[in-house]
């Protein structure tokens, strides 16, 4: 897991993580067209694409609505469930589960206004973002909020079965505004809110959603 303030956005709209990973493509299909390996050197420009669109960030337009709660990640809504107890919030809560493909958008924004009360990063297994197993055994990294009205949820990353790396930018006692950048999962995954018992959810299973732009539900 990488952890350090989200830098800012360069000219292009690529995920600053992201831009070694362009830069290195571009360089390796370059050199394969200069020395004539023009077939390899297609390939090559093939996947330099994949990934300038893998890393791609485009700007979001955030709902306004003071007790909207938006989505932390594009993805589709896989899991909507009530948990009598939890690892992040005491009590029962609300678990939403969101999964994100390779050819989503991967830049991960904070879902509701709030302080971060703690950090938790737990090493894990790789084992495919989709079954709901990952939530325990998986890679992932936690944010536990607590909002202006007292109110707390979690926001976990998680680590899938191509994806290996987390980036986390934020820290505990940090200040944090809704749609936000904030991290995001190199290469796939999936993230889980944890949410109050009385959080309305404005979502349904198999729901496509949009990183600071969707609304998942109503913070009552």
């Known amino acids: 897991m990488n952890k350090s303030k989200w830098p800012a956005r360069a000219v292009l709209p690529i995920a600053v993580p992201g831009l070694k ?5 571009i360089l390796i299909t370059g050199m394969l067209f200069y020395f004539g390996w023009t077939v390899t050197g297609f390939i090559s420009l093939g996947l330099t694409l994949f990934v300038c669109g893998f890393f791609r960030d485009p700007d979001r337009q955030i709902p306004d609505g003071e007790k909207e709660l938006v989505s932390p990640a594009d993805g589709r809504v896989i899991i909507i469930e009530k948990l009598s107890t939890s690892e992040y919030l005491s009590g029962p809560c609300q678990k939403v589960s969101i999964f994100m493909n390779v050819f989503n958008v991967h830049v991960n924004r904070i879902p509701f206004d709030g302080v971060i009360e703690k950090v ?12 709901d197993k990952a939530s325990i055994h ?25 994806a290996r790396r ?13 749609g936000d950048r904030y991290g995001m999962i190199q290469f796939g995954s999936r993230l889980d809110l944890y949410l109050p018992l009385d959080f309305e959810v404005c979502v ?17």
Do not use: H, W
């Open 21 to 25: 990973f362009v830069f290195l493509t």
């Open 120 to 131: 938790q990063y737990n090493p894990g297994k790789f084992v495919n973002a989709s079954f």
């Open 138 to 162: 998986n890679e992932r990294n936690a944010l536990v909020v607590r909002t202006a009205a007292d109110k707390r949820f979690a926001v976990v990353q998680i680590a899938g079965l191509i």
């Open 166 to 178: 987390i980036v986390n930018c934020v820290q505990t006692g940090e200040q944090i505004k809704k």
């Open 204 to 220: 349904k299973i198999g729901d496509k959603t949009k990183a600071g732009t969707t609304v998942i539900g109503i913070m009552n």
